[in-house]
């Protein structure tokens, strides 16, 4: 009686530039990400207008979220493709978990930001994001 084989996945080029070049990318797209929004609740606390926060449907917030979610998800998959995962299986559970994951943070940024402009600051502690 024979065994079954077992087969391993074993790349012999992993993806070690993608993956540094990915989490470079990353954090330079939240660096943008930070300050547009930094910039945006600056305008909302001069002026206290609800137009300010419709600003967040805009195309000026939203490239840096979608860029960084486009590396984070590359980062995920490069990360799993180093630990031996195959291409075809890395891509997919990194782009699952990466989807969910940042339509969740921005469903709670939303949330959070209508939470401020109804006047729930009190219960927030901006004073905390002084740099």
Do not use: H
């Amino acid at each position: 009686m024979e065994s079954p084989s077992i087969v391993y996945y074993v790349s012999m080029n992993p993806p070690y530039f993608l993956f540094g070049a990915s989490l470079v990318a990353a954090l330079a797209a939240g660096k943008a990400f930070e300050a547009t929004l930094r910039e945006l609740v600056q305008q909302w606390s001069k002026n206290r207008s609800s137009r300010t926060f419709l600003n967040l449907r805009g195309f000026s917030i939203q490239l840096p979220y979608l860029a960084i979610t486009i590396c984070v998800g590359v980062f995920l998959s490069c990360g799993l493709e180093i630990f031996g995962f195959p291409p075809e299986l890395a891509y997919p559970t990194s782009i699952t978990l990466t989807l969910f994951s940042s339509l969740f943070v921005w469903r709670q940024l939303g949330t959070l930001l209508v939470e401020l402009e109804r006047g729930g600051s009190a219960a927030m502690d901006l004073d905390m994001f002084d740099i």
